[in-house]
């Protein structure tokens, strides 16, 4: 197949995009840059798919010799730098953050990274908490070599115009899926990750390729005016997803149509044309997109120690020796390693090398997850607990914690369907912090054969009518709620919430009483509010680790009042005296953890299970089970009085 220096020239436009959405957030930019993973896939399946059309028809096409390609491709500069990254994040980073490190090099090496990140990694939150999260994109283009080949030949030989219709039907389903998960079930991440509902990326490449060997369409057959105007088409689709795409979008969606078929308009309009030609084929991007792929490799890695050694927020200097050293490395590895394998002819004894050492990276990764981790080390505990965040809650039903999260899920997950003036039936609203408090509140509720509804918001003022944010789905759900209320008329509300930051912004007392006197008047026959518990300005993990375990001193079951924040001073002591309306019930979790001048951090002996918070003062499932438990014992009694 003939080389088009202008397709390099766009791989490193698209390596460029990636590395500045992965540097923005240390320099505060908006950007979209991570669409330059669509502009790699469609790529990938252009040139994938031309490599197997043009092996097939010169009679030259085995797999065997495919997938060694493949190898002798991508695993030189992976293992390089898997091993390295290795190396240092072992000498630096703590026994958590190696565990994590460790699961997700068995999946680097594997090439399924980009499985289970759906439910356990934010793309945007999680940046710098996976040195290997770059990976996922990787995965999905090795599953797609090793799988399109297979269908694509077998097509081939039964029937070879049966490919491309076989190509257009992926393209559409996968593309279907992909907007199923965002737009039904509200779900970024899966969508994101999945490979399915990625697939249909590639597949505008691979017909973009099937197309052009049937010379139905070439650069040669169409005016060159019109080559130019789609070219500039296309690099104006990609800008326009540069500009437009950001972490609140809905992404990949329809919106990943502007930089999959920009791509494709590149690629169709040839490389004589001035886009192709001038801005993509110059010396400088084609030079970029050589090191392409090894620079998206190791930029990642990189930044993750930088964060690491330097965890508060980067400097512009420390972010340009970051990348200084990804274009290094990238060279390096690209001049020393790649080249001189893709130079030659592919040798058994190289190709069992690569095998062998990829089979290595994975063997310590699974040697050392059951042997040189100490789960039962106080440090990895607190560590956990902090980097699992909402992971330390089963239930998150009827918990809006992402922005995409809109009604529709919301009803979806039975939040409003509670029955009439039921006394089996009780409902709970609030923040976040509401949120952490349902699993242990379903749960005791549960073994009372009482229902819970109601839902909590992390992103909205759940006491507002009014958007708030300017988000209008905060508006729908607080608006569906109180509809909810209305119509079912619950014997018990419970009202939980981050009352000290409230206090920060609004009279505190004022909003809550017109609250509740609203959904009183709705129907609803008692409240139940619930107070702020104590909170920790750097985390409760991170407080137990400067103030006892970096001394040398055991972790204890209750630590200073003096050490507890509870901001503004006095929240606690003023909500208890609030002139509430009639059948309003206040209970203290400040009450209930800290007596004295000390407050309780964990609810047993195992700290494993048993810390009160994750954070700053969001509960665990233990804390939550053992407040409710300790608070509501008579919640039997208000529902039948």
Not at 217 to 242: D, F, H, M, R
Request: glycine share 6%; with cysteine; charged share 15%.
């Amino acid at each position: 197949m003939k080389f088009r220096s202008d397709i390099q020239g766009l791989r490193g436009l698209a390596v460029l995009a990636v590395l500045a959405d992965h540097f923005a957030p240390d320099i505060r930019q908006t950007s979209g840059g991570f669409v330059g993973v669509d502009i790699f896939f469609v790529i990938s399946g252009y040139l994938i798919t031309s490599i197997i059309i043009s092996e097939l028809e010169n009679n030259k096409f085995l797999l065997r010799r495919f997938w060694e390609r493949r190898i002798i491709r991508i695993f030189p500069s992976l293992v390089l730098m898997l091993a390295i990254s290795a190396v240092f994040i072992w000498i630096i980073s703590s026994e958590y953050v190696k565990y994590e490190f460790l699961k997700n090099l068995a999946k680097a090496a594997t090439f399924t990274s980009n499985f289970g990140y759906s439910q356990t990694q934010d793309y945007f939150e999680g940046q710098g908490q996976n040195a290997l999260m770059h990976l996922w994109s990787l995965a999905i283009e090795e599953q797609f070599y090793l799988v399109w080949p297979i269908i694509y030949l077998f097509f081939y030989k039964f029937n070879k115009n049966l490919t491309i219709y076989f190509s257009y039907l992926t393209a559409v389903v996968s593309f279907s899926a992909n907007l199923f998960f965002i737009f039904y079930f509200e779900s970024k991440s899966i969508a994101f990750y999945n490979t399915f509902s990625r697939v249909w990326e590639l597949m505008i490449g691979a017909i973009l390729a099937q197309h052009f060997h049937k010379k139905r369409y070439s650069e040669k057959c169409t005016p060159t005016w019109i080559n130019q105007l789609i070219a500039v088409l296309g690099l104006l689709l990609i800008g326009v997803s540069l500009a437009i795409t950001t972490e609140t979008s809905a992404f990949p969606g329809h919106i990943a149509l502007l930089p999959t078929l920009g791509t494709a308009a590149i690629v169709f309009a040839g490389s004589e044309n001035f886009v192709n030609r001038w801005l993509l084929g110059n010396r400088l991007m084609i030079w970029i997109g050589g090191i392409s792929y090894a620079l998206y490799l190791w930029h990642y890695p990189l930044l993750f120690l930088m964060r690491t050694i330097s965890p508060r927020r980067t400097n512009f200097v420390l972010l340009l020796i970051t990348f200084l050293l990804s274009v290094l490395a990238a060279y390096l590895s690209t001049r020393f390693v790649e080249r001189p394998l893709r130079g030659a002819s592919v040798h058994r004894s190289s190709l069992k090398a690569f095998v062998l050492a990829m089979s290595a990276v994975f063997a310590f990764s699974f040697f050392n997850l059951r042997m040189s981790i100490n789960q039962s080390d106080p440090n990895f505990v607190l560590d956990k607990y902090e980097a699992l965040a909402w992971g330390n809650q089963s239930d998150l039903d009827c918990l809006r914690l992402r922005k995409e999260t809109t009604v529709r899920t919301l009803r979806r997950q039975g939040c409003f369907d509670a029955p009439i003036n039921s006394d089996k039936s009780v409902f709970l609203v609030g923040d976040s912090h509401s949120g952490s408090l349902r699993a242990g509140l379903q749960q005791f509720l549960s073994s009372k054969d009482i229902s819970l509804y109601g839902v909590s918001t992390g992103w909205c003022g759940w006491y507002e009518i009014k958007p708030f944010d300017d988000d209008l789905i905060c508006a729908e759900i607080t608006k569906e709620f109180l509809a909810s209320v209305s119509k079912s008329k619950p014997k018990v509300l419970i009202i939980a919430g981050y009352w000290a930051k409230m206090s920060r912004s609004v009279d505190t007392e004022k909003v809550l009483v017109a609250y509740i006197q609203l959904v009183q008047s709705l129907g609803v026959k008692k409240v139940v509010v619930i107070g702020q518990v104590p909170t920790y300005e750097a985390g409760l993990p991170q407080h137990l680790q400067n103030l006892y375990l970096s001394n040398g001193l055991p972790i204890p079951k209750l630590t200073p009042r003096a050490q507890v924040r509870n901001d503004p001073k006095g929240t606690q002591e003023q909500m208890q005296n609030f002139t509430y309306p009639p059948n309003v019930y206040f209970r203290s979790i400040d009450g209930l953890l800290c007596k004295k001048d000390s407050c309780r951090i964990t609810v047993g002996p195992n700290l494993k299970t048993d810390l009160i918070v994750w954070d700053y003062g969001h509960l665990t499932e233990a804390g939550s089970r053992f407040v409710v438990e300790n608070l509501l014992t008579d919640i039997e009694q208000l529902l039948t009085e």
